[in-house]
């Protein structure tokens, strides 16, 4: 994949699944698009700029069009919105609040405020149906998508840093968080979300 230029710092960054294009959130606001190629040529297939935070919209992803926006999704600026399912999406904001949606709907169907700092990440485990959340609050929390209820299903142990990103490993039976420190904390879902079983401490300088 060719070195592409995007002249802002990169906030995330999603490939779409069956063509050559790869989607950019910037930390100013906008999202581009490009396509590439095998042999490193690259070209810019929209941009975008929604404007201020706490709006959830709809983008077309192959003319960049905003199709559907829901203004004041969130009371402060969404940091993170997850896919779970075909009728749900997921999203946390500044403030640690999560919200579930039906595309459907206008309004959210469910609020979760059990963090009190920035959601960094979304896991979604489809075996069990559950959301997890990583915050910068230092720890995580799991929910049950299909109950009602607004408490999450578990709540870890402060990890006395901030959790910044969460992928499973070993066939989906352990979960890794990265942290502001580097440190990489291993849970193992077998043992329940309290604590992690494990840390990996990266290279010192």
């Known amino acids: 994949m060719p070195d592409i230029p995007v002249g802002s710092q990169i906030f995330d960054v999603v490939f779409h699944p069956t063509s050559s294009i790869v989607y950019t959130g910037l930390l100013t606001g906008e999202v ?99 959301l997890v959340a990583t915050s910068g609050d230092g720890t995580l929390s799991v929910m049950d998508v299909r109950s009602k209820k607004t408490e999450p299903f578990a709540h870890s142990e402060d990890q006395e840093d901030e959790l910044l990103s969460i992928v499973t490993i070993k066939g989906g039976t352990k979960a890794v968080v990265g942290t502001q420190l580097g440190i990489l904390s291993i849970f193992n879902r077998k043992k329940g979300w309290g604590d992690c079983v494990d840390r990996v401490t990266g290279a010192r300088s």
């Open 32 to 130: 581009k698009a490009f396509g590439y190629d095998e042999q490193g040529q690259h070209d810019a297939r929209f941009s975008i700029k929604p404007g201020k935070g706490k709006c959830l919209h709809t983008v077309d992803t192959a003319t960049g069009e905003v199709t559907n926006s829901r203004v004041g999704a969130h009371d402060t600026a969404i940091n993170r919105v997850k896919r779970a399912m075909s009728h749900l999406i997921a999203t946390g904001d500044d403030d640690g609040v999560i919200k579930l949606w039906d595309p459907r709907k206008k309004d959210s169907v469910r609020t979760y405020t059990q963090h009190f700092d920035f959601i960094s990440d979304f896991l979604w485990l489809e075996d069990k149906k559950q």
